[in-house]
């Protein structure tokens, strides 16, 4: 792997200190929110069906193998219980959490809307959103989107400001009790609601929850609270980014994958900034076209970083929580492992980046073990998120170019308004913008 830096040097065998640093400090980060699983887990390789259930002829069938919840035995590349290729290979690999959809039409999305914070922010947006949102865009995934919406629970106990905001309307738990009681048994619990839209067709489902998100390991430590945080004015040393965006663009990276069992009810997920708006119709069914082109992501166009500066890609690249991780699977190895999109510019450019307010990708890859024991290297590394304010940006290159080449990645650019100011737009076949996706 390149980076700004200059080329990086063929993995060697790390300091025991910095590798334990990485993980500790991981462990230590998540175990502050994770708590016990709701979800009931079978024998890894094999789906739960325990809590299965439909609405309306919507199924939400267990999608996941459950591979994750032993990510930290399976997730290294020589681990003796993770199948392994017929001869050695000197590319990363992952193992998928979830079968490939047998058929485009059986694919299942779940658009994951967080409300980080107090609400009124979110609410005051979706007033000029929420009518896009809905007709434009949602109602055109009706047969394969559900929504996953969570409200902070360090903010609100109450979800009743947003139902009537967003004119939920709540499913008849007498007729469907076997959905609801397996929805509530969920994570830390979801009451099921229709998202209304016009004309007839497959209802939207929306499953509606709070959550505690975990707070960054030095603050559990420190004993701070978030109020105390905020009432400070607290921002990242560079950057200048308030506590509570640093958070929320970290949480979407890699606690999102770990911490919302929702999701082994899927096949995919997206996100979407709550400042997008839809000004036109979306053009057709993502989750089908996911499914019969095989993408593992999609994004809305690469672009490159302008202040690289503030981000530390000169002290503190991204790139380096890649060595790490090549390194200490190298050594594991006995052998040198290389990404396998070792020598894409997307990939090997530390300032090239993803757009990502529109984004979203198979969980049967970000859910892999060896995908979310990256994730905790890159989620915890001294200086990253906290310092230098990495985001999900940073993120979703470096994980994708590690255990793929970049060709089951899907550019969706065309949904924008056109071609943004850091965009590019080299060797790319020119697109007809559609001029729907609006942001800021």
């Known amino acids: 792997m390149h980076s700004?830096?200059?080329?990086?040097?063929?993995?060697?065998?790390?300091?025991?200190?910095?590798?334990?640093?990485?993980?500790?400090?991981?462990?230590?980060?998540?175990?502050?929110?994770?708590?016990?699983?709701?979800?009931?887990?079978?024998a890894p390789g094999h789906p739960s069906t325990n809590l299965d259930f439909e609405v309306d002829g919507v199924v939400f069938r267990n999608r996941s193998l459950g591979l994750d919840r032993v990510f930290d035995v399976l997730?290294?590349?020589?681990?003796?219980?993770?199948?392994?290729?017929?001869?050695?290979?000197?590319?990363?690999?992952?193992?998928?959490?979830?079968r490939w959809p047998s058929d485009a039409k059986h694919?299942?999305?779940?658009?994951?809307?967080?409300?980080?914070?107090?609400?009124?922010?979110?609410?005051?947006?979706?007033?000029?959103?929420?009518?896009?949102?809905?007709?434009?865009?949602?109602?055109?995934?009706?047969?394969?989107?559900?929504?996953v919406m969570l409200l902070d629970a360090d903010y609100t106990n109450s979800t009743a400001e947003l139902v009537a905001s967003l004119e939920l309307v709540p499913v008849d738990c007498d007729k469907h009790s076997k959905?609801?009681?397996?929805?509530?048994?969920?994570?830390?619990?979801?009451?099921?609601?229709?998202?209304?839209?016009?004309?007839?067709?497959?209802?939207?489902?929306?499953?509606?929850?709070r959550a505690s998100f975990p707070a960054p390991w030095w603050m559990v430590r420190n004993g701070t609270t978030e109020e105390q945080m905020i009432a400070s004015g607290w921002q990242t040393p560079h950057c200048r980014t308030s506590?509570?965006?640093?958070?929320?663009?970290?949480?979407?990276?890699?606690?999102?994958?770990?911490?919302?069992?929702?999701?082994?009810?899927?096949?995919f997920w997206m996100k979407l900034d709550d400042d997008a708006r839809w000004a036109g119709k979306f053009p057709g069914d993502i989750t089908h076209h996911l499914v019969s082109k095989h993408r593992i992501f999609f994004h809305t166009g690469l672009q490159r970083l302008a202040d690289l500066d503030c981000i530390g890609l000169w002290q503190q690249g991204a790139s380096k929580p890649v060595?790490?991780?090549?390194?200490?699977?190298?050594?594991?190895?006995?052998?040198?492992?290389?990404?396998?999109?070792?020598?894409?510019?997307?990939?090997?450019?530390?300032?090239?980046?993803?757009?990502?307010?529109?984004?979203?990708?198979?969980?049967?890859?970000?859910?892999a073990p060896e995908v979310l024991m990256y994730g905790l290297i890159w989620n915890s590394f001294p200086g990253g998120t906290w310092e230098y304010r990495w985001g999900d940006e940073q993120f979703w290159t470096s994980a994708l170019g590690l255990f793929d080449d970049g060709s089951h990645i899907e550019d969706v650019s065309y949904v924008r308004a056109g071609l943004g100011p850091n965009a590019i737009s080299e060797n790319e076949p020119p697109h007809n913008y559609l001029n729907i996706l609006h942001t800021r």
């Open 243 to 267: 506590y509570l965006k640093t958070k929320f663009l970290n949480w979407h990276a890699h606690q999102m994958f770990r911490q919302l069992h929702v999701l082994d009810y899927f096949d």
């Open 107 to 147: 694919g299942r999305t779940a658009l994951v809307v967080v409300v980080g914070g107090p609400p009124q922010r979110f609410l005051q947006r979706m007033e000029k959103a929420w009518y896009g949102w809905r007709e434009e865009f949602l109602a055109r995934l009706a047969h394969s989107t559900s929504v």
């Open 179 to 209: 959905a609801c009681l397996a929805a509530a048994a969920v994570d830390a619990g979801y009451a099921l609601y229709y998202l209304p839209a016009a004309g007839p067709r497959r209802p939207i489902i929306v499953l509606l929850g």
């Open 4 to 42: 700004q830096h200059g080329a990086v040097q063929a993995p060697a065998k790390l300091p025991a200190s910095m590798i334990r640093l990485a993980c500790l400090l991981g462990m230590l980060c998540w175990r502050a929110a994770a708590g016990p699983a709701n979800v009931s887990v079978s």
């Open 75 to 98: 997730g290294h590349q020589c681990s003796p219980g993770r199948p392994q290729p017929p001869a050695p290979v000197d590319r990363l690999t992952y193992t998928p959490n979830r």
């Open 323 to 367: 060595q790490v991780y090549l390194d200490s699977e190298s050594n594991r190895c006995r052998r040198i492992l290389w990404p396998a999109a070792l020598s894409e510019p997307w990939f090997s450019d530390d300032s090239q980046v993803f757009s990502v307010d529109f984004a979203g990708g198979w969980l049967g890859f970000w859910t």
